[in-house]
C-alpha cells in the first residue's frame, strides 16, 4: 500500500533552519511528481513546494520561495524540504504525497497522509 513517513520536525526560533525527510513507498516513485504539503491549526492542508519526477521544474509558494528548497533522490525514494530563514507563520505540520502540478493548479494523487511531522518556529 502506499505509504509516506515524514521526519525531522522540531522547534526553532524565528531565522532558524530545518531539514525534513519523507520516504515514500508502494508506488513508482521516480514515475511522479511530488510535493511537500503543510498544515497550520485551524487552516486547510496547502501545498508549500513541489517537484517533478526527474527532479526539475520546482514550483514555491510565495510564501516560501527564497527561502525554501525541495529536492529528491529517486534511488532512495525520498524527497527533502530545506527550510531557511525560518518565520513564526512557518508553523505547521508538514506532509508528503504524490502531485500533480502545474504554475497554477495541482492536485494530489493518494488519498494516503502519513502522520506529519510538526514544525514549530518561535519569534
Known amino acids: 500500500q502506499v505509504q509516506f513517513v515524514e521526519s525531522g520536525g522540531g522547534s526553532v526560533q524565528s531565522g532558524g533552519s530545518l531539514r525534513v525527510s519523507c520516504a515514500a513507498s508502494g508506488f513508482p516513485f521516480s514515475d511522479y511528481a511530488m510535493g511537500w504539503f503543510r498544515q497550520a491549526p485551524g487552516k486547510e492542508r496547502e501545498l508549500v513546494a513541489a517537484?517533478?519526477?526527474?527532479?526539475?521544474?520546482?514550483r514555491y509558494d510565495d510564501s516560501v520561495k527564497g527561502r525554501f528548497t525541495i529536492s529528491r533522490d529517486n534511488k532512495k525514494n525520498t524527497v527533502d524540504l530545506q527550510m531557511d530563514r525560518l518565520k513564526p507563520e512557518d508553523t505547521a505540520v508538514y506532509y508528503c504525497?504524490?502531485?500533480?502540478?502545474?504554475?497554477?493548479?495541482?492536485?494530489?494523487?493518494?488519498?494516503?497522509w502519513g502522520q506529519g511531522t510538526q514544525v514549530t518556529v518561535s519569534s
Open positions: 517537484i517533478a519526477y526527474n527532479g526539475g521544474n520546482p
Open positions: 504525497n504524490a502531485v500533480h502540478y502545474t504554475s497554477s493548479y495541482y492536485s494530489v494523487q493518494y488519498n494516503d
